[in-house]
């Protein structure tokens, strides 16, 4: 997706890759053989998918494949299991829920229960509101990873006693929010929950702005605003907004070599055209490639079959910390970040950099802060 609504994490997925990849040549390749990348753009389009993994397969004969995001896994997933490969893949939510293939393996913390685990520190943060909340406002686009994240969210409203007086998605082409805010606002919910990519999200935010917003608690798995340059436009219009994130720079994220590899994300960044900081999609595509590394070295040769029961049986060591896979190919234990703006002052992006902007709220072996609500005085 280097073109199109997820081009800022294509952009990203693939500097990535090359950085992992200048490091690997560098010390000779696997297996004795230079890594060679191929990857062409989908233009976000899940659409041009299957004819785009059929030519790597069948003319490019690549050896390994790596995937990325949701709705265009999803499109590809009939042909990955046709040709029987060994699949690493990133940013899709609950890909193999429907397939149980045993060679999927999906390297973003969602672990066995993703509908559920991308949601459930959004619900956690919400129960310790006091009063407790009683109703709930959710809003998402028609697409595979908005409807995946809005049917966890009903079971943990259920679970919680959550009353759901509104419950919409909206058509992905969707320009003006207002209608959609406007009749959240008309239920009075103490809980907003919005499941968005980034183009829906900026437009969502701007109605939010626009309007304002009466509930105790407003955000949800808004993708988007884990993007640097986003972060630096919306400054302190994101007081307040709970969100999901795959690494902060908090004390508690301060795993052996990520540092150090952000520094080169981020020297490279510029040049590539891609997000300046690099905290959301890099650290874990970086560990995707070195739990390939160490599967292919470990195994000793390309066989599929031999890596796929490899990647089942080892704990990997990467910059995102150990990572085990559990049955279904996800981690055996999810570890989704759920954050909350809190202090941000102007535009300067430095500021995402140091503790305490984003708060962890959940999950609780990694909390730095605690909820600040209603929305509204947080979004101070």
């Known amino acids: 997706e280097e073109t199109g609504g997820s081009a800022a994490s294509g952009r990203q997925f693939v500097l990535t890759a090359q950085i992992w990849a200048d490091a690997i040549n560098a010390k000779g390749g696997l297996l004795g053989r230079p890594v060679k990348l191929i990857h062409y753009d989908d233009q976000s389009n899940p659409a041009l998918v299957p004819g785009i993994y059929t030519k790597l397969l069948d003319i490019d004969k690549i050896d390994i494949v790596i995937a990325s995001g949701t709705n265009y896994s999803a499109a590809a997933m009939p042909v990955l299991l046709e040709h029987k490969v060994m699949v690493l893949d990133t940013l899709a939510l609950a890909v193999n829920d429907e397939f149980h293939y045993p060679r999927f ?6 672990g066995p229960h993703g509908k559920s685990a991308i949601t459930a520190g959004y619900f956690a943060a919400a129960m310790t509101i006091d009063p407790k909340p009683n109703t709930l406002a959710m809003a998402g686009a028609d697409a595979e990873f908005s409807k995946n994240a809005m049917a966890g969210a009903r079971e943990h409203a259920k679970r919680d006693g959550l009353k759901i007086v509104y419950d919409k998605n909206y058509p992905p082409n969707t320009i003006d929010y207002g209608p959609i805010v406007r009749a959240i606002k008309a239920t009075r919910p103490d809980l907003v929950f919005v499941a968005s990519y980034p183009a829906d999200s900026a437009g969502i935010l701007r109605a939010v702005e626009e309007q304002g917003l009466d509930a105790k608690m407003f955000g949800g798995p808004i993708i988007g605003l884990q993007y640097g340059s986003i ?11 709970v969100d999901y994130e795959l690494f902060v720079h908090e004390p508690t994220m301060n795993f052996p070599g990520v540092d150090a590899f952000i520094t080169e994300y981020q020297t490279r960044a510029k040049a590539a055209g891609t997000d300046p900081l690099g905290y959301y999609v890099p650290p874990l595509v970086y560990a995707t490639f070195q739990v390939l590394e160490q599967a292919v070295t470990g195994v000793g040769s390309l066989d599929q079959d031999k890596l796929a029961h490899y990647m089942h049986d080892t704990t990997f060591k990467t910059i995102m910390g150990d990572l085990k896979f559990g049955p279904d190919g996800e981690w055996a234990d999810p570890r989704i970040l759920t954050i909350q703006y809190q ?38």
Do not use: C, W
């Open 105 to 110: 393996f999906q390297t973003m913390p969602y």
């Open 343 to 380: 202090g941000v002052r102007g535009h300067d992006l430095d500021q995402f950099t140091r503790p305490g902007v984003q708060v962890i709220l959940d999950p609780p072996a990694y909390k730095t802060g605690t909820l600040k609500y209603p929305y509204s005085a947080a979004n101070q």
């Open 231 to 241: 972060k630096s436009q919306m400054g302190e219009r994101l007081n307040g907004i």
